[in-house]
């Protein structure tokens, strides 16, 4: 089915145009054109629509193709439009889709009809130009065009006038022009487009004038104008695909949007230029399938004939295809059991142990590659596993990122995830209340290597944090959930005031886990975990990892930034940034560089011990979260228990934070002292019988512990234990998966000895 010119009449008596394709009966997909583009840019994904199940409705924006035009209008009155369309064609929550300068359009539909629409779809959408920055990195042409709209508006007509000429009289000379700006692979597809559907080509561009400039001079002015919407409230999943190498709408400013929409999935595609939907058309199509709870069907698969009534009718075989479907589309538990490993046929059901140092090559040139990072593979586990990159694959499928590494510690986690940014003269903020070994490691080690720490005391408010930024500072470094005070970082407002000074978020999110947070969907951009703790959960392996959000623009703060955006001398001048693209720059860098010289991988039998604690990870948390409010209330109302911490506790001062960041329990830790000071503390402690004194924590069995006598014994000289919320009294019990009522039993019995 297609239908090239359709359209209604709106209640204000406007026309409205739109184009038709796909299956009829299909799912609705509303999808907005570019700039300049009409409805005709979506009629060549007819078959594809019509295979997989989807009914495309092509809109032509006012003043566009069929569209009569309005003014003045803003990109949220076209979502009226969109509405009324929706009514009269009774469309129940479709999902729109843009591309390029339709992308706004998306966003601004999203916020105003946001309870009628399912989803939206972005691609290589044009962020807000309203700002000094935001043509960096486009070419030159669509940069003059909105310097132009912005600063001289009455000028952008007749630029139009001239492009008009262009694309309707001259076509060969416009695609052969435009294509000098885009990278080679958009070149080749347009070369292809002009001489395979001229035709097309032309109807389309005269669709594009058919009222003139005037109007597509107002629409790109109105590009230039802020938006008035705000992506934080949107709360309909986006799903942002974008091309590294578009100059059309620069990547950095796509990334941007999908840091700040909370419901976001990015599909950053390295090599790839504007023109991402010619080649990626099945893939972004297979995903709005998803969003409609289906899968791609076949619907020209042919099996034979037969008769009835006379009649020959065609058969045909309607089965659901083997499509790929990302992780982020899975539930966190099913991305506990299957993420990282897709074992083929007849391989391996569980992750194979690579117990290998090396790996064998049947050329030296092949292997050159591989030290050049011209290919992928492995030919060192110092660098890099088989079975390593799987669990670290798993790890980032759980936290929402795009790459990770496996380290042999978390101290050797939150030591690279720093040192890959940060070098000696360098400053970094960082909220006080975190795990004692890490304080050790920042505030003398790091010291002594030349890169200088600001700790912020847990109750900095805004100012005190915003005021703690310095000209050299290059990153900033919190804990979700800290061990053990329990303070509960506000992870957006640290994101906001991090990005406001333009470095990136570091989050160590080994306490909650991804299954009771997920800090890169509050703006983290970087997470870190131990390993060693709930995601092993037996204390079986030591183990860190650290995660890369993909969502920070290191290019658009170069300055900041030289080891990830200047050629690195010690590997072969490499620049992460361009080779890698901002979505594989920072683990990249992280191995070739960091991982070459420290060494500092995690063995191939610890990540198999660490992936099968993934596996149960998300009915652990569970248990481990109850147990932990449970114990915590029991306390609570104990004569003999002077003070409670456990953030899932109403009336505990972190409890709001909580809710907010913690929804699924505030994982198995308590903190509280008991009535008598430190000698009452130890006599309870030495009475336990199923909680043992360990200095480990987040195990599958419930530990003990005094951590001013322990972890955090380093501090006591410095004064630096009560700054990070440690006092003299504190014990730190980890509740594990045992039945709770036990729990509570021992430690009622423990506490009758005091």
Known sequence: MLRENCYLYLKDGRRLGYLECGDPKGKPVLCF????????????????????????????????????????????????????????LRLKRPVVMGVSGGGPYVLACLSRLEKKIRAGVVVCGLGPMDTEDSAKGMNASNASLFYCARNYPGTVRFILRITKYMMTKKVDTYYRLMGKVLPDSDQKRMGKITRENRQKVLSANREI??????????????????????LKELRPPIHFWHGYLDKNAPIRSAMRLCRQAPQSVSHWLVGEGHLILNRHAAEILDSICSMFGMGTIDREKKVGYYKKDKKILLKK??????????????????????????????????????????????????????????????????????????????????????????????????MMSVTNICHSGDHVVCASAIYGGTFNLFNKTLRELGIDFTFLPPEAAEEQI???????????????????????????????????HGVPLIVDNTFPTPVNCRPIEWGADIVTHSTTKYMDGHGASVGGAIVDSGKF???????????????????????YTERFGLG???ITKATAQLMRDFGAIQSPQNAYLVNLGLESLHLRMAQHSKNGLALAQHLAAHPKIAWVRYPGLPGDDQYELAQKYLPNGAS??????????????????????????????ADARTCVLHPANATHRQMKRRGAGRLAGITPDLIRLSCGIEATEDLIADVDQALAAV
């Not at 009222?211 to 938006?227: D, H, I, M």
């Not at 990159?389 to 986690?413: F, P, R, Y």
């Not at 005021?467 to 506000?490: G, K, M, W």
């Open 668 to 697: 198995g830790v308590v903190s509280f002292g008991v009535a008598g000071g430190r000698a009452a503390a130890e006599t309870f402690m030495a009475n336990l019988k199923l909680a043992q004194i360990a200095t480990h924590v």
């Open 584 to 586: 594989g720059a920072f």
């Open 209 to 230: 004038f058919r009222q003139g400039s005037r109007y597509l001079a107002q629409e790109a002015v109105l590009y230039t104008k802020p938006w008035e919407f705000s």
């Open 466 to 500: 915003n005021a703690a930024f310095q000209e050299n500072t290059r990153c900033v470094f919190i804990e979700s959930l800290s061990n053990p005070a329990l303070v509960v970082a506000d992870i957006s407002l640290y994101a906001k005031l991090a990005h406001s």
């Open 317 to 414: 075989e309607f089965t659901q295809t083997n499509r790929e479907v990302t992780m982020s589309e899975y539930k966190i538990n099913t991305k506990c059991v299957q993420a990282g490993y897709e074992p083929k046929n007849g391989e391996s059901r569980v992750v194979p142990i690579v117990q290998s140092t090396t790996f064998k090559y049947d050329s030296a040139d092949t292997l050159g590659r591989l030290f050049d990072l011209e290919e992928s593979g492995y030919f060192y586990t110092r660098l890099a596993n088989p079975t390593v990159d799987t669990v670290a694959k798993k790890i980032a499928a759980l936290e929402g990122g795009v790459g990770a590494v496996l380290t042999s510690s978390g101290q050797a986690a939150s």
């Open 33 to 88: 054109h570019g700039y300049p583009g009409s409805r005709l840019d979506f009629r060549w994904l007819e078959q594809a629509a019509g295979n997989r199940g989807l009914k495309l409705i092509a809109v032509d924006r006012p003043g566009i193709g069929l569209s009569d035009p309005v003014e003045p209008r803003s990109l949220t009155d076209f979502g009226g439009d969109i509405e009324e369309l929706m009514e009269r």
């Open 553 to 575: 623009d290191w290019t658009a703060h170069a300055d900041k930034f030289p080891g990830l955006c200047e050629p690195d001398e010690s590997y072969h001048g490499v620049t």
